[in-house]
């Protein structure tokens, strides 16, 4: 399938592992790694860091097929949850980015095109999260206003 707005295609990325079983070498235990979890949340990492984390220091391969949980729903268990989900708050910075390097380059219509594709990917995403309950319905993206979010 061809990407949204470039025309080219292929499968970028690293694959998950194909068996869904909890392999032997694992250590630790399900309470353990849920405890990990909520603790490299409280130190202030994200859901994708805190998976990381887990790989690199603590040999988990994946956290969900040890516990049976995403970590995004055992942070949501123990309300450690964030206001604006993860990949909404990437792309936000990336717009802001672009707004600020845009009044120092006028002339850039690449990254004017860019700001174009990222803030209308904010609003597809946006309206996904506010259809799913994650954000209130009143939810709008304002590059003024959500400023003060990431800042």
Known sequence: MARKYSGAR??????????????????????EIEKLVIKLSKAGKSASQIGMHLRDSYGIPSVKIATKKTISEILKENKLEKQIPEDLMA???????LRKHLEN?????????????????????????????????????????VK????
């Open 10 to 31: 292929g499968k970028s990325g690293s694959k998950k592992p194909v068996n869904k079983i909890t392999p032997s070498w694992i250590n630790y235990k399900l309470k």
């Open 91 to 97: 792309l936000i910075k990336k717009s802001i980015y």
């Open 105 to 145: 380059n006028k002339k850039d219509m690449a990254s004017k095109r860019g700001l174009e594709l990222t803030d209308s990917k904010i609003r597809r995403l946006a309206k996904y999260y506010i259809r799913k309950g994650r954000l209130p319905e009143e939810w709008k993206f304002h590059p003024e206003r």
């Open 148 to 151: 003060l979010y990431v800042e």
